[in-house]
């Protein structure tokens, strides 16, 4: 009998998600999908207000990485109002790319230390109970609370930033509402150990050497699991560093190949489509060059390190060598490596806010520039989870007529898609029972690209995890509810 | 003095979900005008591992947060450390922020969790009719017991275990 096995939602990924796969009478694998319920009502609700305010509303569509949709819509602002995409004051950007590279540093530590560390430290076979870090905690308590402090560290430059942790309103259209006090800067400079930014460098680099251990002694899984070829698409500085808050759009094919030669983003809608397809609310971008079929990518960290040249700080450049040395060059395709590249990429985020915390423009007094206003914009930037999209039209009366949006996991839709099938093919097909480890394999596969699958609400009794069981006829065999 | 923490939680831009948060925030503006020192007062869109170290600090903490459940305005539950693995990465339960804190340091504050009925989590900024009243009984129950004891643990352990039936102050 042809079953159907359905994940929902996925453990440990943000939010909501569901992974169906469908098997036929001999156990094979003949389909798989993940399914994203992804929240499309934010693009309607913001029409009809004030342009200005969409940097604080953004926030509402989501309490998880609520900072980078904040600069992304200010970065769109400022545009319209005439000040950008390049012509910020030095304390309005500098304050905004601190806290830009603040919110990739709690962000990518969190996701190592919460949600990879187990799985490297207890094996992806291990028993759910034990894959998760509470017992990261008790087994390796140091590594632990490294991570709880660099999460905290990252969370305390927001709020010295932003002005607060909930709804923010650091980022305003042109540029910025504060500077950074010779306080508030020695807190992060001078803070009592372990929390200032020389504890967070070398931290970054621990981390970085923990994976980096892992991968010599399992070096055929974390080379072969969920592999396959892409094309790869971010941001780059202008001299193709790598840059998460400003720059223009890169994209590469699997051997390396220029698709997208460093265009600029205003004009994103002639290059990247996005595709309906009936079985998911999430659209699949695309390259319009390539057309739907072969145009999907990757975003995000894995991405980043493929098309970017090289990165602009010291400790980050030199992982960066040894990273492309192992590929000789040529794009990574290995989806593990993932975390390889979102370790370098914290170290460099790391090194950025030192480079920032010690700059006197933080401390200046301009904060906004102004010019002639306009009436569309788009801002993007390099979020942890990939490349980041908002675009606004504001016609009348400063009212917002359009918005459209595509979020980093939108992008990375399809090769999340491709790489549940790679494993699904690998660990599933031809077995008569399906064990937790493949089922946490598959999720694995998965938490590689960091999904964010929000819907922003939590309240309590909401989103009870369940494991479904269906037959080719739909029908249901088995159910577990968590 | 013993220390207390009120931690609200939530997303203000999504109606009854800003329960947590503003339960955080009408206690903090009551202990300013008190001039209450011992108590301290935060709020953020979830909970996530870093809340470990800062309830670590305190001898008490009540988290506040909106609730689905099937409750008539508000309630309060003791927490405890569970380890129950989580399904959300940047989200955690206050058991199981309380059960890292343990982990981690050894210890862990009596801790308490307010759940405050809401009915509509739209993009909205405002709350509910039936959020505003919920918010209100909660705030009301929660200022009482502090103007009753600074430091009222056996009078919440009483109204979360329904000993007294209704606390009355």
Redesign the interface.
């Known amino acids: 009998m042809g079953q159907k096995l359905t994940i929902e939602?996925?453990?440990?990924?943000?939010?909501h998600g569901k992974v169906t796969i469908h098997l036929d009478d001999d156990n094979n694998v003949v389909q798989t999908r993940l399914h994203i319920v992804e929240f499309r009502?934010?693009e309607r609700?913001i029409q009809g207000r004030p342009y200005w305010e969409a940097p604080v509303?953004v926030?509402?569509l989501c309490?998880?990485c609520?900072v980078s949709h904040h600069l992304a819509a200010a970065k769109a602002l400022d545009v319209i109002v005439g000040a950008g995409p390049d012509g910020l004051t030095p304390t309005g950007e500098k304050m905004r790319r601190l806290m830009h590279y603040g919110q990739m540093f709690q962000s990518h530590a969190?996701?190592f230390?919460?949600?990879v560390s187990p799985d490297l430290l207890f094996g992806i076979d291990a028993r759910?109970?034990k894959?998760?870090?509470?017992e990261v905690?008790?087994e390796f308590?140091e590594l632990?609370?490294q991570?709880?402090?660099m999460?905290?560290f990252g969370?305390e430059i927001i709020r010295a930033t932003a002005g607060k942790?909930?709804?923010g309103t650091g980022a305003i259209p042109g540029g910025i509402n504060k500077n950074l006090s010779s306080e508030e800067r020695d807190f992060f400079v001078k803070g009592k150990d372990p929390l200032n930014i020389d504890k967070m460098i070398e931290w970054s680099k621990d981390a970085l050497n923990l994976f980096k251990g892992y991968h010599n002694e399992n070096r055929e899984l974390v080379d072969t699991f969920a592999a396959f070829p892409s094309n790869h698409l971010s941001l780059v500085r202008k001299d193709g560093a790598l840059d998460f808050y400003h720059g223009v759009i890169r994209a590469v094919d699997e051997k390396g190949d220029k698709i997208l030669h460093d265009i600029d983003y205003q004009h994103y809608l002639d290059y990247i489509g996005e595709e309906v397809k009936s079985w998911s609310y999430m659209k699949f971008p695309f390259l319009k060059s390539l057309g739907t079929k072969d145009g999907w990518y990757r975003v995000g960290p894995l991405a980043r390190l493929n098309t970017c040249d090289f990165i602009p700080s010291p400790l980050a450049q030199k992982e960066f060598e040894e990273f492309k040395a192992y590929t000789n060059g040529k794009p990574n395709n290995m989806s593990m490596h993932m975390h390889w590249a979102r370790l370098i990429e914290t170290l460099h985020a790391a090194e950025v806010m030192k480079d920032l915390l010690n700059d006197a423009d933080l401390q200046g007094r301009d904060l906004v520039a102004k010019g002639k206003k306009g009436s569309e914009g788009v801002g993007v930037l390099e979020e942890t989870r990939g490349t980041l999209f908002h675009h606004y039209r504001s016609e009348k009366n400063d009212l917002i007529s359009m918005c459209n949006l595509i979020v980093s996991t939108t992008n990375n839709n399809e090769p999340m898609n491709k790489a549940v099938r790679q494993v699904a093919d690998a660990m599933i097909s031809g077995q008569k029972s399906i064990r937790e480890g493949m089922l946490n394999a598959v999720e694995v596969a998965i938490?590689a690209y960091d999904p964010?699958l929000?819907c922003?609400?939590?309240?309590?009794?909401?989103?009870p995890?369940e494991i479904s069981l269906f037959d080719k006829n739909e029908n249901l065999l088995d159910q577990k509810t968590? | 003095m013993k220390k207390i923490l009120i931690f609200g939680y939530?997303?203000?831009?999504?109606q009854?979900?800003a329960l947590g948060?503003l339960l955080a925030d009408h206690m903090e503006k009551w202990a300013e005008e008190k001039d209450i020192k011992s108590m301290d007062f935060d709020?953020?869109?979830?909970l996530?591992?870093?809340d470990?170290?800062t309830i670590s600090e305190y001898d008490m903490v009540i988290f506040a947060?909106?609730?689905?459940?099937q409750i008539a305005d508000f309630k309060l539950s003791q927490v405890k450390p569970n380890?129950?693995?989580?399904?959300?990465?940047?989200?955690m339960s206050p058991d199981?922020v309380l059960?890292?804190c343990q982990?981690?340091y050894n210890k862990y504050p009596a801790t308490y969790l307010l759940?405050i009925k809401?009915v509509e989590?739209e993009?909205k900024e405002s709350l509910t009719a039936i959020g505003k009243d919920n918010l209100a009984l909660a705030y009301e129950f929660l200022m009482n017991a502090f103007t009753k004891f600074s430091y009222p643990k056996d009078l919440l352990d009483r109204h979360c275990t329904g000993q007294t039936g209704e606390i009355i102050f």
Do not use: W
């Open positions: 939602p996925v453990t440990r990924v943000e939010g009502g934010f609700f509303l926030q509402r309490g998880i609520p969190l996701h230390f919460h949600l759910p109970e894959r998760n870090v509470i905690a008790k308590t632990a609370v991570g709880v402090m999460r905290k969370q942790k909930i709804h938490r964010c929000s922003a609400t939590h309240a309590l009794g909401k989103m995890l968590n | 939530g997303n203000p831009g999504r009854d979900d948060v709020t953020n869109y979830q996530n591992i870093e470990a170290l947060d909106a609730s689905i459940e380890q129950k693995t989580e399904f959300t990465m940047h989200a199981f059960h890292l982990s981690l759940h809401g989590f993009m």
